[in-house]
């Protein structure tokens, strides 16, 4: 169905509902001339009762600015003014408003100075329609009056603050349409208080001063018979409007309402037809003024979204639809100059980031799930052995590195989204490339994986560089143990001399203290050496926790001892069967350990050495007094030449912990350290009773 036809058919029905509706009644009133007048009464009541009520919908919706008023607790003056206001400048019929003090004086007050032209702020505390909102906790309606032959409604509004808005309603606008309503040619429509008075503005002049309307019945809509009025019977319908109470009233002499012409059933039915004709012609006209220029709106905005911004939409001519035109035409040229300037902008940024990408030393590799390659920079190529003038079609043509075949593989069957990996990269003859550091991932748009990225950086200098530092540090270290050995042998041969004074041996004992530190962290070095470099097996014996827990505090009993630290051993209770571990390097982890704590426990702390079996395991700890470790530095302890501030009395240099690391590792446990905030911190490590590395009895260099 075309936008035309659906204009047509919407106007046409909605405006023939009505002369249908109407016509129908006519055409149907085969009744005595008394019941059409009731009934027609009765319609004219409902009617003028629904635009009252509608009236005080509008009313209703008006007073929405009070919620402004009440949200946010109290509002400065300014704010309340601001408001009333707007809510003025909104709703015009508001013809005064006034914001009442706790005392009923009027704090703000915005009025039609032509209906209001008094300037001073009244005090409304006595006034009956205030009273009745403060009593109440209500709107309270006041009684119409008029100002300037305008009829206005005044009322009171309560708030929660204590205050009270005081506000009156301009009704001229009902007041008209209901005087503009006629029954027959001596009908008209009356309002009436709810105590049956008339309403001043809107009374026929004829009615008696004091004249009030006969009493209502039980129902809201009812039928006046035979009032007399002006020397002759008058009849009506009433219909109660249930907002304000009010009655709606329609008077018409007897005689008039219960005439009929001859001709009527006639004239109406030609007048019905001919009113048809008229509002189907019409339905059709105005139907085709609107739809032809939205059909038109609609087909450019079709090709606006298709980028076609070449045909312009004509303009009608008249009213709003042609301002729509005229916007739409300016929009669709913004869009065109928009395009082109988007476009340009998008080739040139594409021209820097591939002229950038394929500059960078990094290999860069673009694949989809289905294992097609979209994008290889210049680099990737010439990593994977690929030609600079083409690009392979599948990842499985370049990818001859098996570790990378298994990455790639892994990430396209989505069986991993990230994966890394470090490897050597070989030439076409078998050369090596140099080292490179590789990292998978998936892509995703929109929270949709399109494919997988392979970033391949080169760290050959790196590594190279890694190594010649280790190189040289465990030559220099190595050859410390000689010297290191041969200051240990003076020095006991000057502590047995017998005629050294106190001072010359604290001398001695200190040089002997200090030359055990440098020999610790050379042993622990060349063990981390050993680790790393895969040479180190472990020399398993059986030995009961309890017993090692000895050995090990009795070796460092007396260096704790010298910094006046009291060390305790509390071994638990032994597992069924030993466990096997390398006791050297077991004790050595024990002395990485104290000693690291006698740095950080002052002279009068305290140091626990604990066991306990834990199934096929043994954990191990020790406890100090010391301050503890920041919850932020946990994580580090144990990296190589990783040191801590705030030992008070020993200097380290950041291996011992981390040749522990690798020792506890090396008999398949795991090594962790707690520390709770100022409470000092617990190093504890856990070993399986039967080691999971091979053993073999490897000298102990």
């Known amino acids: 169905m075309s936008l035309l036809t659906r204009f047509f058919l919407a106007l046409l029905l909605a405006a023939l509902l009505p002369v249908l509706i109407v016509g129908s009644w006519f055409m149907r009133s085969n009744e005595r001339a008394e019941e059409n007048a009731r009934q027609l009464h009765r319609q004219i009541a409902v009617l003028s009762a629904d635009m009252v009520e509608k009236a005080a919908q509008d009313m209703n919706r008006a007073f929405g600015f009070v919620l402004d008023l009440e949200r946010g607790g109290r509002h400065s003056e300014t704010d309340d003014l601001r408001i009333l206001q707007q809510t003025v400048t909104t709703h015009p019929s508001f013809v005064l408003l006034s914001l009442l003090d706790r005392e009923g004086r009027e704090a703000i007050k915005i009025s039609d100075k032509t209906l209001f032209p008094e300037l001073d702020r009244v005090d409304r505390s ?99 018979d035979e009032m007399e009025l002006k020397s002759q019977p008058f009849v009506g319908a ?70 076609d911004f070449s045909v312009k939409v004509p303009e009608p001519g008249w009213g709003e639809l042609n301002e729509l035109a005229k916007a739409f035409n300016d929009m669709m040229g913004t869009l065109q100059n928009y395009e082109e300037l988007q476009v340009e902008k998008l080739l040139e940024e594409k021209a820097k980031i591939e002229a950038l990408i394929q500059t960078i030393p ?121 010297p290191v050995a041969t200051i240990e042998g003076f020095m006991q041969m000057l502590l047995s001399r017998g005629n050294l004074t106190d001072q010359e041996k604290s001398y001695i004992d200190y040089v002997n203290r200090s030359t055990e530190r440098l020999r610790d962290m050379v042993d622990n070095i060349l063990t981390l050496s050993k680790i790393e470099s895969g040479t180190m097996s472990i020399a398993a014996k059986p030995i009961f926790p309890s017993e090692l827990i000895k050995r090990s505090h009795g070796i460092q009993l007396i260096l704790a001892e010298r910094q006046g630290v009291a060390l305790v051993a509390e071994p638990g209770p032994d597992p069924a069967e030993p466990l096997h571990c390398d006791l050297a390097l077991i004790e050595r982890v024990f002395g990485n350990l104290v000693g690291n704590a006698l740095k950080f426990t002052k002279k009068g702390g305290r140091i626990i050495m604990r066991s306990h079996a834990q199934g096929s395991e043994v954990v191990f700890s020790v406890t100090d007094t010391g301050p503890g470790i920041p919850a932020d530095k946990i994580a580090l302890v144990f990296e190589k030449f990783r040191q801590l501030a705030g030992s008070h009395q020993r200097s380290g240099y950041g291996v011992g912990l981390s040749a522990s690391k690798k020792i506890v590792e090396l008999h398949g446990g795991r090594i962790w350290a707690e520390s709770p905030e100022g409470q000092g911190a617990t190093f504890s490590f856990r070993l399986p009773l039967r080691p999971a590395a091979p053993v073999a009895a490897v000298p102990q260099t």
């Open 126 to 224: 006595s006034d009956a329609v205030v009273a009745a909102a403060r009593l109440n906790g209500k709107v309270s309606l006041g009684k119409v009056e008029l100002r300037q032959g305008n009829p206005v409604l005044p009322l009171a509004y309560p708030l929660s603050t204590g205050r009270c808005l005081y506000a009156t309603y301009d009704l001229n606008s009902l007041w008209k349409r209901l005087q503009g309503l006629h029954v027959g040619d001596g009908g008209r429509v009356l309002l009436a208080a709810a105590d049956g008075s008339p309403l001043p503005g809107i009374a026929d002049p004829a009615l008696p001063a004091a004249w009030k309307t006969p009493p209502i019945g039980e129902d809201s809509i009812g039928w006046y």
């Open 238 to 307: 009433y219909a109660v409007t249930p907002s304000f109470g009010w009655r709606v009233l329609t008077l018409q002499p007897r005689k008039e309402a219960y005439a009929i012409g001859e001709g009527f059933r006639l004239r109406a039915a030609v007048f019905l037809l001919l009113l048809m004709v008229l509002v189907v012609a019409f339905a059709y006209w105005l139907a085709g003024k609107l739809a032809r220029p939205l059909a038109s709106l609609i087909a450019a905005a079709r090709r606006v979204a298709k980028n």
């Open 362 to 482: 990094d290999g860069i590799l673009l694949a989809s799930f289905d294992g097609s390659i979209a994008y290889m920079n210049s680099s990737s190529k010439t990593i994977l052995h690929s030609p600079q003038d083409s690009t392979p079609k599948n990842v499985h043509e370049v990818m001859t590195q098996p570790v990378l075949r298994e990455m790639l593989t892994a990430l396209l069957g989505r069986r991993r989204r990230l994966s890394n990996a470090e490897l050597e990269m070989l030439d076409e003859n078998g050369a090596p490339i140099g080292h490179f550091a590789c990292r998978g991932v998936t892509v995703l748009k929109d929270r949709r994986e399109i494919g997988v990225l392979l970033l391949m950086h080169d760290v050959t200098a790196q590594k190279q560089l890694d190594r010649m530092k280790e190189d040289f540090f465990h030559s220099i270290v190595h050859d410390l143990r000689n």
